[in-house]
């Protein structure tokens, strides 16, 4: 019998002012000699508080590139760190994600944005070579998110986390397509909890809101219920889909790349209009909630629209609504105007 097995995180703290907890938990889980990572500007925000709590090291990490993961790797050996406690945004978290799983170690994340649901799952998104690579990771063995903390980063962070979420309906459809017509492997309780994400975030995007902690709760709720629908799946199939491909192809092609939550969410508008869904849905819920719906909002050129569409299905081996061969150009501009992205 095949085994599956799944890894999710053994405590998850949701609150505001709770950064201090972070010496509590440490302790219940038993992990010792603490290396914070954090960038420069996480740091000032609640690096050095967690590290002046745990009274250890604290080390300064610039963007989510290999080289970086390198050198936190270096120091781990140096300094024999049994733990990393990663404060900061999605590269800090990635670098830090990527660095404890090769040296074995687990890893607390504290997220201070929530664009993203890679603050609780087991993928680390990394530049490597030029190119921005998903890597195999594993879960943070905790979270600790402090919403008075969250609430504070920029707007556009909060929405793009929304258009992150949003997209799993794309992301699951595709799963369900790859399980009928290549029998892949596919989780029904997964896809259910990312689903979940998903329409909560939909019912509830009038009520996101600047500022407030309520709406940063409800998406930060969101992205770690996503996390761990891929530690029960295995795999990033519950919530990575076409709409990610294209948002990858973006990343590559694009001369400035919007946030990945972002592209994520324009991404699903295309997808779930060519699955045949309610794409308007999709389109209005990323409307409301301040999020991008086309080329002009997200910042890129129609151009760079069409081009990422065409090259999507070529950016990993991963059936989709797409297929797995590169779209001609009228197909992709066709389809992009058709959905308004362009």
Not at 50 to 77: G, P, Q, T, W
Not at 199 to 225: D, P, Q
Request: charged residues 25%; neutral net charge; proline residues 3%.
């Amino acid at each position: 019998m095949q085994i599956h097995e799944m890894e999710i995180p053994r405590k998850v703290l949701l609150g505001s002012h709770i950064l201090e907890k972070v010496k509590e938990v440490c302790k219940d889980l038993n992990l010792k000699d603490q290396l914070v990572i954090n960038d420069s500007l996480t740091k000032d925000i609640a690096g050095e508080t967690v590290s002046d709590s745990l009274k250890c090291e604290n080390s300064i990490v610039k963007n989510a590139e290999y080289k970086e993961v390198e050198k936190v790797i270096e120091y781990l050996k140096e300094n024999k760190n049994g733990s990393i406690i990663a404060v900061g945004g999605g590269s800090v978290i990635d670098i830090a994600k990527l660095a404890s799983f090769a040296e074995k170690i687990p890893f607390i994340s504290i997220p201070t944005t929530s664009s993203h649901d890679g603050i609780a799952s087991s993928r680390a998104s990394i530049v490597k070579d030029g190119k921005k690579t998903s890597f195999e990771a594993h879960s943070p063995i905790a979270i600790i998110a402090d919403i008075s903390v969250i609430v504070q980063a920029p707007y556009r962070f909060l929405a793009a986390g929304c258009g992150d979420l949003i997209a799993n309906y794309t992301a699951v459809k595709d799963w369900e397509l790859a399980y009928r017509l290549r029998n892949e492997y596919y989780s029904e309780y997964a896809a259910s909890l990312s689903l979940m994400s998903a329409k909560l975030m939909i019912e509830n995007a009038e009520v996101i809101k600047n500022g407030l902690e309520e709406s940063v709760r409800k998406v930060v709720k969101g992205l770690i219920s996503s996390g761990v629908a891929m530690s029960i799946a295995g795999s990033s199939r519950p919530a990575s889909g076409s709409e990610h491909l294209f948002s990858h192809a973006l990343d590559r092609i694009a001369k400035n790349p919007a946030l990945h939550g972002e592209q994520c969410g324009v991404g699903s508008i295309i997808m779930m209009y060519l699955h045949g869904g309610n794409w308007r849905e999709i389109r209005d819920a990323l409307k409301t909630v301040k999020a991008p719906t086309n080329s002009k909002e997200l910042g890129v050129s129609k151009e760079e629209i069409t081009e990422a569409l065409m090259i999507a299905p070529t950016i990993r081996k991963r059936y989709t609504i797409l297929g797995d061969k590169e779209l001609s150009r009228d197909v992709a501009h066709s389809i992009a105007k058709r959905t308004g992205v362009i």
